[in-house]
């Protein structure tokens, strides 16, 4: 039997797993340029290699420190910093923004009054006395 459709004698097929999106695994990738292992296995006292877990590591400290100092500390505060003025930039840009639309009267179009929809509807309805 062919598999024109892309469903095999079993049933439907299957997809591919989803990558690994989460921000901990870039991290850790970023942290493992700074770590260095030899093919040299670590021998127990009886002169056996143990395991791979054991291998010989170099690690380059300070650009490892320099690393962590940046993506756990100055950048989380750069972004706070950045959203905090976007924040305040966008209250302001709405206030401005408001005002000027305050200050102008809605245009009239010829031949409907300036009343608001449901102010008109309500009059419609004999019930023009609510306020609104």
């Known amino acids: 039997m ?3 459709s892309g469903k ?3 049933g ?3 997809l591919p797993a989803l990558p690994d999106m989460r921000l901990e695994q870039f991290f850790l990738a970023t942290l493992r340029g700074h770590i260095f292992l030899d093919d040299r296995v ?3 006292q009886h002169g056996t290699p143990n ?3 054991e291998r010989v590591a170099h690690i380059a400290w300070w650009p490892l420190l320099y690393q962590l100092f940046w993506e ?3 950048s989380p505060i750069w972004q706070g910093m950045l959203w905090g003025l976007g924040g305040v930039a966008l209250y302001h840009a ?3 923004f408001a005002k000027v639309h305050a200050q102008r009267p809605p245009p009239v179009t010829p031949g409907r009054s300036a009343k608001p929809f449901l ?6 309805l004999g019930l023009g006395g609510l306020a609104i």
Do not use: C, G, N, Y
Request: no cysteine.
């Open 2 to 4: 062919s598999e024109v």
């Open 8 to 10: 095999s004698a079993d």
């Open 12 to 14: 439907p097929e299957r």
């Open 42 to 44: 670590a021998a127990d």
């Open 51 to 53: 395991t791979a877990w």
């Open 72 to 74: 756990q500390i100055v």
């Open 94 to 96: 709405r206030f401005v």
């Open 119 to 124: 102010s008109q509807l309500l009059a419609r």
